[in-house]
């Protein structure tokens, strides 16, 4: 078993920045690929980043690409999502997942640990 607990949401104005975090405990962390999904009112749970367990490969989304930035940090067991220039359409819950793979896949089908989520909202 894997825990994951997401922080680091909040209120934010458009164009502001947030780093989310997302410790994980119960199993070694670093034999783990990781991703940060949102999902917003109304709409599907959709990809925004995932990182190979190494941490050596990265993905992101189009609709934030040159925004948004995952690392991980295996000795602290954590990983995090940089968000810059922040827009109204980020506006979400971001959810923190976990899969037992090393590559980092954008497919939600394949995370089977999932944290309980954090809300960030964009302002105008």
């Known amino acids: 078993q894997v825990q994951l607990v997401e922080s680091g949401g909040g209120l934010v104005q458009a164009g502001g920045s947030l780093r989310l975090s997302c410790a994980a405990s119960?199993?070694?962390?670093?034999?783990?690929?990781m991703g940060w999904f949102r999902q917003a009112p109304g709409k599907e749970r959709e990809f925004v980043a995932a990182i190979s367990w190494s941490g050596g490969s990265t993905s992101h989304a189009d609709s934030v690409k040159g925004r948004f930035t995952i690392s991980k940090n295996n000795a602290k067991n954590t990983v995090y999502l940089q968000m810059n220039s922040l827009k109204p359409e980020d506006t979400a819950v971001y959810y923190c997942a976990a899969t037992r793979g090393v590559v980092a896949t954008p497919l939600k089908y394949e995370y089977r640990y999932w944290g309980q989520g954090t809300q960030v909202t964009v302002s105008f």
């Open positions: 119960g199993r070694t962390f670093n034999n783990y690929a």
